[in-house]
Nanobody, 126 residues
Framework: QVQLVESGGGSVQAGGSLRLSCEASGRTYSSYAMGWFRQFPGKEREFVVAINWSGRRTQYADSVKGRFTISRDNEKNTVYLQMNSLKPEDTAAYYC???????????????????WGQGTQVTVSS
């Protein structure tokens, strides 16, 4: 069992930056691929970025390439999402997720993930 707790959300003006953190409990955190998804009101969750267990593989949605950076610190059981050059269209609830079945990959679809955090809101004003 893995529990995920996100933090770092908030409100920022367009062009600003935020760093989200997702801390995981559980001894086997380092063997999970981790992903970030976001959800707009009334929409399904949308893939943002994923990182494999070692941190050597990442995959980004086209909409965030060059602006967002994912990283992980397996000693701290934490994955980070650095978000720069934020746009109003980035406003959403952001969720981190952990995948045990695809630990060495970077799955971009929600069903690949076994555990989810509670989400953190990011609001970008113009």
């Amino acid at each position: 069992q893995v529990q995920l707790v996100e933090s770092g959300g908030g409100s920022v003006q367009a062009g600003g930056s935020l760093r989200l953190s997702c801390e995981a409990s559980g001894r086997t955190y380092s063997s999970y691929a981790m992903g970030w998804f976001r959800q707009f009101p009334g929409k399904e969750r949308e893939f943002v970025v994923a990182i494999n267990w070692s941190g050597r593989r990442t995959q980004y949605a086209d909409s965030v390439k060059g602006r967002f950076t994912i990283s992980r610190d397996n000693e701290k059981n934490t994955v980070y999402l650095q978000m720069n050059s934020l746009k109003p269209e980035d406003t959403a609830a952001y969720y981190c997720a952990a995948s045990s079945s695809f630990s060495d990959r970077t799955p971009a679809y929600a069903p690949a993930y076994d555990y989810w955090g509670q989400g953190t809101q990011v609001t970008v004003s113009s």
